[in-house]
T-cell receptor, first 117, second 109 residues
Framework: GAVVSQHPSRVICKSGTSVKIECRSLDFQATTMFWYRQFPKKSLMLMATSNEGSKATYEQGVEKDKFLINHASLTLSTLTVTSAHPEDSSFYIC?????????????FGEGSRLTVL | QKEVEQDPGPLSVPEGAIVSLNCTYSNSAFQYFMWYRQYSRKGPELLMYTYSSGNKEDGRFTAQVDKSSKYISLFIRDSQPSDSATYLCAMNTGNQFYFGTGTSLTVIP
């Protein structure tokens, strides 16, 4: 199957700093990428849908100024958590849909665990 | 009403048992139906996806879709300890994906 690489897998930062997480589709082009947040023993919570070359669409309740999403190319989307606080500590996961492929094919990154001290 | 309902479990079975995981949904516009497996602290991995009603088999896994009842299932035959994970159902219409809460499965050796 297609591979989605997410980096870093684990990051610890101080409160008030910004953290950038990268999501790359390694062997396919992804016009659409999705960013999720997952709390322990809970399902995926969609944060935003990222379309290449345009602004991301955020889900209700997700602060767009806090979670900056950039999808500058067909293989890379980034999520920047700005001025991070301890309550932002979570598992962040990206996924990508294959451009032009059947929409049933959605591939996930390995996730990034953010801990804000 | 949630778009997708899934019993979170946890579900615990002995090795070799047949496991049945289920989801119901409310939106008749859903086109693709997927099952993902997620190990602890990892991203979900796609197990199977189907488009139409009926069964789709892949090794020990069988995905079943009943569009008339808005019900999907994943069956795992001869379950193994390595199958212990959280299983997420998902479905979509166009570019909108909806996930179940996930069912935590433990297969006991």
């Amino acid at each position: 199957g297609a591979v989605v690489s997410q980096h870093p897998s684990r990051v610890i930062c101080k409160s008030g700093t910004s953290v950038k997480i990268e999501c790359r589709s390694l062997d396919f082009q992804a016009t659409t990428m999705f960013w999720y947040r997952q709390f322990p023993k809970k399902s995926l919570m969609l944060m935003a849908t990222s379309n290449e070359g345009s602004k991301a669409t955020y889900e209700q309740g997700v602060e767009k100024d806090k979670f900056l999403i950039n999808h500058a190319s067909l293989t890379l989307s980034t999520l920047t958590v700005t001025s991070a606080h301890p309550e932002d500590s979570s598992f962040y996961i990206c996924s990508a849909a294959i451009a032009g492929g059947p929409f049933g094919e959605l591939f996930f990154g390995e996730g990034s665990r953010l801990t804000v001290l | 009403q949630k778009e997708v309902e899934q019993d979170p479990g946890p579900l615990s079975v002995p090795e070799g048992a047949i496991v049945s995981l289920n989801c119901t949904y409310s939106n008749s516009a859903f086109q693709y139906f997927m099952w993902y497996r997620q190990y602890s602290r990892k991203g979900p991995e796609l197990l199977m996806y189907t488009y139409s009603s009926g069964n789709k088999e892949d090794g020990r896994f069988t995905a079943q879709v009943d569009k008339s009842s808005k019900y999907i299932s994943l069956f795992i035959r001869d379950s193994q300890p390595s199958d212990s994970a959280t299983y997420l159902c998902a479905m979509n219409t166009g570019n909108q994906f909806y996930f179940g809460t996930g069912t935590s499965l433990t297969v006991i050796p």
